[in-house]
């Protein structure tokens, strides 16, 4: 069973749209996480959310907005889709930040965004 | 600003010969540090992590690093390369008094190795 899941895996859309990314975790994570991962590899969190709570905010623009129903879902919506949001997406969870640094990351396999 | 280096976009080495990926951080106080690996069209792997206590730790698939204070760099290790370790190698890092879970992500290194 594959522990952190993100669907779809490809998205093609044009500037403008509305998209949303799903994921969703089996491991019984309280954390999950948002990273981007732009077009020369570097990888940047977005976004944390501990048990549906936001935690981390990194200063994405409010195009993006992430929600989590339960604690074992963090989807992310992205309005008015821009040629900069190309990029690879990952969802990945953990258990509890708070144990940090015995925090063990699962990350998906991620979601390849392309606006055209 | 907290950040984490990989000075090598690339590291080329043939099968059987030892291998290093660097590594340098600039992160307050005593950092914990990470690799991970990515292979093509996955997300990324936990190969080992620094938290404290013997600055060499070892871990997955017999890749090692090293900490060194000193020097701020963590760099990744394995005596015997394999043309399977081919794939695409980042360091992680994070303070001590993280919140939130933040990994501060190096830019990557793509390891490729030859047989």
């Known amino acids: 069973d594959t522990a952190v899941s993100q669907t779809p895996k490809y998205l093609v859309t044009q500037m403008g749209n509305d998209k949303s990314i799903k994921c969703e975790q089996n491991?019984?994570?309280?954390?999950m996480y948002w990273y981007k991962q732009d077009s020369k590899k570097f990888l940047k969190i977005m976004f944390s959310?501990?048990?549906?709570?936001?935690?981390i905010n990194e200063t994405v623009p409010n195009r993006f907005s992430p929600k989590s129903p339960d604690k074992a879902h963090l989807n992310l919506h992205i309005n008015s889709l821009e040629l900069g949001d190309s990029a690879v997406y990952f969802c990945a969870s953990s258990n509890s930040f708070r144990v940090w640094p015995q925090i063990s990351f699962h990350f998906g396999n991620g979601t390849r965004l392309t606006v055209t | 600003a907290q950040s984490v280096a990989q000075p090598e976009d690339q590291v080329n080495v043939a099968e059987g010969n030892p291998l290093t990926v660097k590594c340098t951080y600039s992160v307050s106080g005593n950092p914990y540090l990470f690799w991970y690996v990515q292979y093509p069209n996955r997300g990324l792997q936990f190969l080992l992590k620094?938290?404290?206590?013997?600055?060499l730790v070892k871990g997955s698939y017999g890749f090692e690093a090293e900490f060194n204070k000193s020097q701020t760099s963590f760099h990744l290790k394995k005596p015997s390369a394999l043309v399977s370790d081919s794939a695409l190698y980042f360091c992680?890092?994070?303070?001590?008094?993280?919140?939130?879970?933040?990994?501060?992500f190096g830019q990557g290194t793509e390891l490729s190795v030859k047989p």
């Open positions: 620094y938290i404290t206590g013997d600055n």
């Open positions: 992680a890092g994070g303070p001590r008094d993280n919140q939130g879970g933040k990994l501060i």
């Open positions: 491991l019984g994570h309280d954390t």
């Open positions: 959310y501990n048990n549906k709570e936001l935690i």
